[in-house]
Every structure is written in C-alpha cells, then in structure tokens.
C-alpha cells in the first residue's frame, strides 16, 4: 500500500510541477527579465544541498542577492533587511516566488512538491541518528515544518517537526500541505525571516511528539 502512495506521491509531483510550468512559463520569463535588468546576471541561484539520503544534488532557485553574497555580510544566512537582498529580490521572497524554479528539481527527481526543506551538506554532517531520519524522504518545496512556523522556528524546532512529518507520512497529509496550509502561509507571507544564528551545531532533539507536530 505504502508503495502504491510512494509512486501517486511521485506522479503527482510530475503532474503539478509540469502543469505549473507550462501555466507559468511567461511570469517565469518576465521575472528572469526583471532580475537580468536589476542586477545583471546570473539570474539562477544555483547550491549544492543534501537530498534524499544525503546525496548531494543542484537546487535552483532564482538569485534575490548580490552576486557572491555568500562571501558578505552573514555568509549563509539572510535577515529581513539585508542590504545584500536585491530589489527584484526582496519582491521575489516576499511572495516566496523565488522557489519557482525548484520545479525542474521536482521533474527531474531531485526534490518533491512536499518533504523537508533541503539543508547545507556541512550541516547535514552534524546530524545524530534521529535527525537523519528527515533525510529518508525527497527534499520539498514546501513540508511540515515550512506551514508551522517555517524560518521563524528554531533548527531544533523545524527538524523535529520533519522528523514529525517522515514518521506521520501520508499522501493525504501531502495534499493537506499541499492545497490547504501552503497557500494559506504564501498569503498571510508567514516566516519569510527568521534568526541568523546557525544553531544546526547545537541541536536539541528532545522529543516533542505529534502534539507538537499538529500545533499550528
């Protein structure tokens, strides 16, 4: 049973990834044109992130900072007012419209409409055993932890809540995600902004049960 979901989960994948990029072909192109005018190219973000059972893919997002802003500033890390945010770039998060591009990760593989969010190899390096378990599944473009606080919450608080979501999978609660409390965080622009500080090496996974999992 649980493979006949595995494989709906996958075809669904295809299905709205592929239907929102034929719907979107000319907003994605419009948008491209609006970063190449702003701040030159490249218009991609283009990372190394740890997919399913950690193996490393490309993810594609489109680039709302300053060219090599890993190198500026926070590094790796992004707050509200960050001088290194482009103007085209700040619209794109406000709207979450920059994680479009993920689409083609979805298609070829890479990634799931829902699942984890996928994180830096080095910090994946740091997990303990319970917390690998968020790698068991695809990376998402949205997931659990994502509708219930996204970067607002703690690293402790959204890696239980995916470790949550791998224990509790379901293609219901996929399509619950889905269709009901993504659109619902787009709109209201929930956790676009959370803290700087990288508290992946200190990690508590004390467990919380599904209490906290279904809070909302």
């Known amino acids: 049973m649980k493979q006949i979901s595995l494989l709906l989960?996958?075809?669904?994948?295809?299905?709205?990834?592929?239907?929102?990029?034929?719907?979107?072909?000319?907003?994605?192109?419009?948008?491209?044109?609006?970063?190449?005018?702003?701040?030159?190219?490249?218009?991609?973000?283009?990372?190394?992130?740890?997919?399913?059972?950690?193996?490393?893919?490309?993810?594609?997002?489109?680039?709302?900072?300053?060219?090599n802003a890993e190198e500026i500033g926070l590094g790796v890390f992004t707050e509200e007012n960050d001088p290194r945010i482009t103007r085209v770039g700040r619209w794109l998060r406000k709207w979450s419209l920059d994680e479009l591009p993920q689409l083609f990760n979805i298609l070829k593989g890479d990634m799931s409409l829902v699942g984890p969010r996928p994180t830096l190899l080095y910090q994946v390096e740091k997990y303990d055993d319970r917390q690998r378990k968020?790698?068991?599944?695809?990376?998402?473009?949205?997931?659990?932890?994502?509708?219930?606080?996204?970067?607002?919450?703690?690293?402790?608080?959204?890696?239980?809540?995916?470790?949550?979501?791998?224990?509790?999978?379901?293609?219901?609660?996929?399509?619950?995600?889905l269709f009901v409390r993504t659109p619902l965080v787009v709109l209201r622009?929930?956790?676009?902004?959370?803290?700087?500080?990288?508290?992946?090496?200190?990690?508590?996974?004390?467990?919380?049960?599904p209490g906290r999992g279904v809070s909302a």
Not at 34 to 42: E, N, T
Not at 150 to 172: A, G
């Open 9 to 67: 989960k996958r075809m669904l994948d295809i299905l709205v990834a592929g239907v929102l990029l034929v719907i979107l072909a000319v907003p994605l192109a419009v948008m491209a044109i609006l970063i190449l005018l702003d701040s030159g190219r490249p218009v991609l973000f283009v990372q190394d992130r740890a997919g399913r059972n950690g193996r490393p893919f490309k993810i594609y997002k489109f680039r709302t900072m300053v060219q």
């Open 134 to 177: 968020r790698l068991l599944v695809k990376p998402g473009v949205t997931g659990w932890a994502q509708v219930n606080g996204r970067n607002s919450l703690t690293w402790p608080e959204r890696i239980e809540l995916d470790v949550w979501y791998v224990e509790h999978w379901s293609l219901w609660l996929d399509l619950y995600i």
């Open 189 to 209: 622009r929930e956790g676009v902004y959370g803290q700087v500080v990288d508290e992946i090496s200190r990690i508590d996974v004390t467990p919380r049960g």
